[in-house]
């Protein structure tokens, strides 16, 4: 008896278009097991019929704080003078303050629930609030985990490194309650909590917060462990220009420099934001290899400021999405902005598209298999062996009226929102409807 099941949309994400008449074969494990026309299946083997839907792979998250959600609302008010980075940062490090264990493990189970309702099924939780208290008690750590598995989202809890405050610096204040001692003491947390996790979804990844947050030796030091690990690095890189005229005044060089000197290269490394890098330095990291993770609504949110990106296909697969601090979580808006932001600044229409030349299906790919490459997880494509993680587009959303299986792609980017999402499997199981 075959434990497979088959699922048939009216149409499935294949490559970079829609399909009709697919059949997503899913294992027991929670895996594709076979992607094939739904007449090579057998007409006894029951299937599971999603009339009025199509099927994308699960949109991928690569870079959430889900703690921030607490933000999202509050800090909007300017009476004095222009906000920046740095005074909502003083925001943030005053709701750290006062979040205890449940509070944090409240707030991460609603970000993450709400991410499965915008057809995100996979979070890359950047996760630097690891102490109750200012002893080191790293109980925060399995807080974020126990929310990932009570919302039934797949997470890549990027456990992070946090030492200096700033360049050379102690931490101060709200800072301590992310302290990381040094690269020995985190391996160890490490270690403990790759015991913890439910192997199914839950999976363990690294970052050092930025470089303001650890010292080039302890940069190097990790990036090797992970290497031998064979895990993505993930770190904060030029979001801010103070950050990079910090970097130079202490070190003679920018964030981005440092990073492919000290690391002799970009492989095996995802460098989040790069608002600030230079077009040769970026064109010269995602050639070495280098992954780079955009958050487009918080870096407007924030005011960081627009990357002057390469227009692809140079660098195909090597960006993905986030969400960042999310304050607004839909993959939908994130996906538009990310082109948005370049036809703004370049007055010119198409800037990130693939060889096809489709702006809607690079996009796509970018929200889903680049947050996968970002992650080094078997995530974000229809296809054998990955994750049978699946966001579900409902044909019947008034935003999609009118479009055509080679217009759906375009129209659901450009022109729908999260309602236009009917909900999400993870592991294969049904896991958020927005129908409830
Ligand atoms: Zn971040």
Known sequence: VSTVRYLVADLTWVGDRFTPGIAVGVDAAGRIAAVVPDGEVAAEVPRERLRGRALLPGMVSAHSHAFQRALRGRGEQFPATLGSFWTWRGEMYALVGRLDGPE???????????????GITCVGEFHYLHHEADRLDWSLDERVLAAARAAGIRIALLETYYRTGAIGEALQGAQRRFESIGPAAFWQQWERLDQELDT???SLGVAVHSLRAASLEDLREIHAESRRRQ?????????QRREIDEANAVYGHSPIELLLETLRGAEGVAAIHCTHTKPRD???FLGAGGNVVLCPLTEANLGDGLPELPSAPGHDGR??????????ISMLEEMRWLEYGQRLRRESRGVLRNPGGDTAAYLLDTATAGGGRALGLPVGAILPGYWADFAVVDLGAPA?????????AAAL????????????????????????
């Open 104 to 118: 944090v493990e409240r707030l991460s189970t609603a970000a993450f629930r709400e991410m499965l309702r915008a």
């Open 400 to 408: 999609l009226a009118e479009s055509e299986p080679d217009t759906l």
């Open 231 to 239: 895990l993505q690095l993930h770190i904060h890189v030029e979001e």
């Open 413 to 436: 980017v450009f022109g729908a929102g999260d309602d236009a999402i009917a909900g999400t499997y993870v592991g294969g199981i049904w896991r958020a409807s927005n129908d409830d």
């Open 319 to 328: 960006l993905s999405l986030g969400t960042d601090s999310n304050t607004r």
């Open 282 to 284: 970026l064109a010269r």
């Open 200 to 202: 199914g979804t839950q």
